[in-house]
């Protein structure tokens, strides 16, 4: 898979969310054309789901509700990543 159509995978699953464009780019910018992508991809998305699934525990233990619904919205758009690059 080339870069631009690596991209234009990603901008398909992040659609017009916010946070889904922002991990578009980032995984974009890290992109290797040596076929390791989806492997370095992968990871980049784990280490974000581990990130996000830390601070919506942190925010449902301190009563901060809505701070938690947030996080579980990127979680699920880290999911939609992940099932992309399967």
Known sequence: M???EFEAKLAAVAG???Y???IAADLVEHFDETG???Q???DR???RLGTLKGWEKK??????YAK???EAKKISCVYKFLDALK
């Open 2 to 4: 080339t870069k631009a």
């Open 16 to 18: 017009d969310c916010a």
């Open 20 to 22: 889904g464009k922002e």
């Open 36 to 38: 390791k992508y989806a």
């Open 40 to 42: 370095t991809a992968k």
């Open 45 to 47: 998305l784990d280490d």
């Open 59 to 64: 925010h449902e233990a301190e009563g901060e």
């Open 68 to 70: 938690a619904s947030d």
